[in-house]
């Protein structure tokens, strides 16, 4: 079961490297997490199904995107998730064109 707690500034600032990455999820808002790499990178994700398959959107490095910030955008591209958009491969188009 993955780890669940109310992400702050203090937890993301806190949170150790460790041997592997590992994300920490938000309990509030569904999907959200810090994604902690084994660099010590820190990075706010949003992880979605889509079409069946696991998704998972990357929204910005910590301390770019503040948690207050990212789980702002989480919640925008939940709300479009939920109607049905796939913000990922929405991501993926651009970049091909």
């Known amino acids: 079961m993955p780890e669940r707690q ?8 806190a949170a150790e490297p460790r041997d592997d990455d590992y994300q920490i999820f938000d309990e509030d808002l569904r999907g959200f997490a ?4 084994k ?3 820190r ?13 998972r959107f990357t929204i910005g490095r910590w301390p770019e995107w503040s948690v207050t910030a ?3 955008r989480a919640r925008l ?18 970049r091909a064109a």
């Open 43 to 55: 990075a706010f994700t949003l992880h979605y199904r889509s079409a069946g398959r696991l998704r």
């Open 34 to 37: 810090l994604c902690v790499y």
């Open 6 to 13: 109310k992400l702050t500034e203090k937890l993301v600032r």
């Open 77 to 94: 591209l939940r709300r479009d998730v939920d109607a049905g958009i796939d913000p990922q491969s929405e991501r993926e188009a651009r």
């Open 70 to 72: 990212a789980r702002e």
């Open 39 to 41: 660099s010590g990178t």
